[in-house]
């Protein structure tokens, strides 16, 4: 499977961003998809997840409220806005691709990665 990511960038803290994500050499919708993210000196955070059929979603309590992970199927794509960021947000962000069934949708267990896109939020 390949990913393509974008939507990174530079903004100010309360600003918003949407990163996007598009799969291909796979059937999209046999994925359940989520996104990472990891600041230098850190581990990497589960931030979103959404199933194959975008009926429920997880979301990192320190995200939850700001953050909507989405898809669509149709386009091989899966979607995070971001609003009212914060300087802490600031990470390299990976969107993953899970085949396998898990129990949870907060499994932090995925089969494929994207390459990562930066996003720096400034105070």
């Known amino acids: 499977v390949q990913f393509v990511e974008s939507g990174g960038g530079l903004v100010q803290a309360g600003g918003s961003l949407r990163l996007s994500c598009t799969v291909s050499g796979r059937t999209f919708s046999n994925y359940a998809m989520g996104w990472f993210r990891q600041a230098p000196g850190k581990e990497r955070e589960h931030v979103a997840a959404v199933r194959r059929t975008d009926t429920s979603a997880y979301y990192a309590d320190s995200v939850k409220g700001r953050f909507t992970i989405s898809r669509d199927n149709a386009k091989n794509t899966v979607y995070l806005q971001m609003n009212s960021l914060k300087p802490e947000d600031t990470a390299v962000y990976y969107c993953?691709?899970?085949?396998?069934?898990?129990?949870?949708?907060?499994?932090?267990?995925?089969?494929?990665w994207g390459q990562g896109t930066q996003v720096t939020v400034s105070s």
């Open positions: 993953a691709a899970r085949g396998l069934l898990v129990a949870t949708i907060s499994d932090p267990r995925y089969d494929a």
